[in-house]
């Protein structure tokens, strides 16, 4: 149940992206090309047409991958320090050179590379803390939070990895196990977090869109 309302809430948001586009700042486009990917991804996968041996883990591990550098190169941008996006992407290609060794040497090309999901999500949620240490000490007098585009995307985001963390920490362990609670988990911690992450995303197209709008 919880795909099906994410899917449709994902269709919805890139729509919402594409109706508001050309006013989006342009880091933030690059979330709505990363939308386009997504509904085809997720569309191709629900017909079962990413199957490679029996699994869609290689395919999985690649959306990982891609998703990691949008969301590394998004919450870079949005923190204005000096030589600060030079040391997030040092740090982001050395998680990726580790996930590419192991693809390849570790946990291999056909299974679902947990240990390079947990990482990527640690890094994101690290750059998030640090996004929102450096607003709420610099933030100007009479910032609404709620429709600052930056704090909205973070927040979604923040939700989004998180409910990702849990759900690959607990993977391992549960599902090789076979455990009926991780099929429970499986289904709804990530659902609930995709879904957090469109409303949020919405609602920052939209408060990009009527910011621009007024400066027109």
């Not at 941008?77 to 590419?100: E, M, T």
């Not at 391992?172 to 009926?180: E, I, L, Q």
Request: net charge positive.
């Amino acid at each position: 149940m919880f795909f099906k309302i994410y899917y449709v809430t994902l269709i919805i948001t890139f729509g919402f992206g594409l109706y508001t586009f050309k006013s989006l700042d342009k880091n933030f486009k690059w979330f709505v090309r990363y939308l386009g990917f997504a509904v085809i991804y997720e569309s191709l996968s629900m017909w079962d047409l990413l199957l490679f041996h029996n699994t869609d883990s290689s395919c999985a591990n690649f959306q990982e991958m891609v998703e990691f550098c949008l969301f590394t190169f998004y919450m870079a941008s949005i923190v204005k320090k000096a030589n600060y996006k030079r040391k997030v992407y040092i740090g982001a290609a050395i998680i990726l050179l580790f996930a590419c060794i192991n693809m390849i040497f570790i946990q291999g090309f056909w299974k679902l590379n947990t240990i390079s999901e947990i990482l990527y999500c640690l890094f994101i949620l690290t750059l998030i803390c640090i996004y929102y240490y450096h607003l709420f000490d610099e933030a100007p007098d009479g910032l609404i939070l709620l429709k600052h585009t930056p704090f909205l995307v973070a927040t979604g985001s923040f939700f989004y990895i998180t409910g990702k963390f849990l759900f690959y920490s607990c993977f391992s362990f549960m599902a090789y196990k076979n455990n009926y609670h991780f099929y429970i988990l499986a289904s709804t911690i990530p659902g609930i977090a995709n879904i957090l992450l469109n409303i949020l995303l919405i609602t920052a197209f939209l408060c990009s869109f009527k910011t621009n709008k007024l400066s027109l």
